[in-house]
């Protein structure tokens, strides 16, 4: 009798978490996601986690987390004035930052010899399913941290040119809309092929921030206020490649 | 996977740029002549700690236009060689006059109009990518 009732249990408790598990994979989606771009003279590569819940009731679209690791590398790229966003940008209100004008007479280049740099960033996802194999997504860095390879560089500023023995990566990486961002941030629009029920593979588009601080020289604004941040934003092309835990 | 992983490594390798510095000048500059031109500084190269130079450094002025003039110059071969004139013998505060014509022979560079020669006693052959002297000029005024 109690060995009836135990199986009848057991029997329960793996219908439940059968039924748990199915519910759970049919709302959620995780997967990992490695990704290559490149681009003139420099490129990347990433790695992220991602936990993204279905939304809908056809679960077609997705949001979501996830943390991201990007190495970045580079040669002889220029990078210029990161900010503050009051010097570079003709208005300063976020996210209408985006349609803001230049600022182009308070930038100055730091054109970095070797930059490499590695961030580790949380991220935030959306995507859609638009057929049965078919996806689209964007992902954006939202804050985390950097680390990397000093470089020489040379700074060029109204013609004059000084050299900066060892440019670093800027350490702490913060979204905050335009050129109020801080650090070094990615960011993937992307098209995503299902190859098979766990593997995917993807074409992409990305956008993203490295930002290096000069050591020894600092660019002065008019105001006397003195600046150390410049900023490569890339536009690079890449391939990508994602494993299924859950779909 | 693997296949993906190999376009990766190619599109990567593709990407990267090349930098070299021909071994010989192609079209050198004629002689100096000095019934039109006036040599202003000159100075002979010495090496630097990451590389090995001789000849001649010589600025030259003609209708009022500076000229650097490399003679009977010889570098050791290295990456991303640039031409400076500099405030220091290890470059902070510089004219970069471009890239090195050639690891030998004679050559000439433009130097920028607004440039006080005063202020900047060195010419030097300077590794831009490594941030590397080398070889250095010390320029005598004439």
Request: charged share 15%.
């Amino acid at each position: 009798m109690i060995r009836k009732l135990l199986i009848v249990l057991l029997t329960c408790i793996a219908a439940q978490t059968g039924w748990a598990q199915k519910t759970v994979s049919s709302r959620v989606s995780q997967y990992v996601d490695l990704t290559a771009t490149f681009g003139e003279a420099q490129g990347s590569l990433a790695g992220s986690f991602v936990h993204n819940w279905k939304l809908g009731s056809r679960k077609r679209f997705e949001i979501g987390i996830g943390g991201r690791w990007t190495s970045y590398s580079g040669s002889k790229k220029d990078f210029l004035t990161a900010g503050p966003a009051k010097y570079t940008r003709s208005y300063t209100v976020p996210f209408l930052i985006f349609f803001a004008g230049q600022e182009e007479q308070n930038f100055d280049t730091l054109t970095l010899q070797r930059p490499l740099s590695h961030s580790i960033n949380a991220m935030l996802n959306l995507g859609y399913t638009i057929a049965p194999k078919w996806y689209v997504g964007f992902n954006i860095d939202v804050i985390g941290i950097t680390f990397g390879r000093e470089t020489s560089a040379i700074f060029t500023s109204n013609g004059v040119t000084k050299t900066d023995p060892a440019s670093k990566p800027s350490s702490f990486n913060l979204l905050l809309t335009g050129d109020h961002d801080q650090g070094s941030l990615n960011s993937e629009f992307y098209l995503r092929y299902k190859l098979a029920s766990r593997w995917s593979i993807k074409a992409l588009y990305q956008f993203v921030f490295i930002e290096y601080q000069s050591q020894m020289i600092s660019q002065t604004f008019p105001d006397g206020e003195m600046n150390d941040r410049f900023r490569n934003k890339a536009n690079n092309l890449g391939l990508g490649v994602s494993y299924y835990f859950k779909n | 996977m693997k296949n993906a992983i190999n376009v990766f490594l190619i599109v990567f390798i593709l990407s990267c740029k090349k930098e070299t510095t021909p071994d010989t000048i192609i079209n050198p500059p004629p002689p100096i002549d000095t019934t039109i031109s006036t040599i202003r500084y000159t100075g002979n190269f010495q090496n630097g700690p990451w590389g090995t130079t001789s000849g001649t450094a010589i600025i030259i002025e003609t209708n009022g236009k500076f000229q650097l003039r490399l003679e009977g110059f010889r570098v050791s071969s290295g990456p991303d060689l640039k031409v400076y004139l500099s405030k220091e013998l290890q470059p902070l505060n510089f004219i970069r006059l471009g890239s090195l014509k050639a690891l030998s022979g004679d050559q000439l560079y433009d130097i920028p109009a607004t440039s006080n020669l005063m202020n900047y006693p060195y010419a030097l052959i300077h590794c831009e990518k490594f941030n590397h002297l080398f070889g250095s000029a010390q320029l005598m005024m004439q």
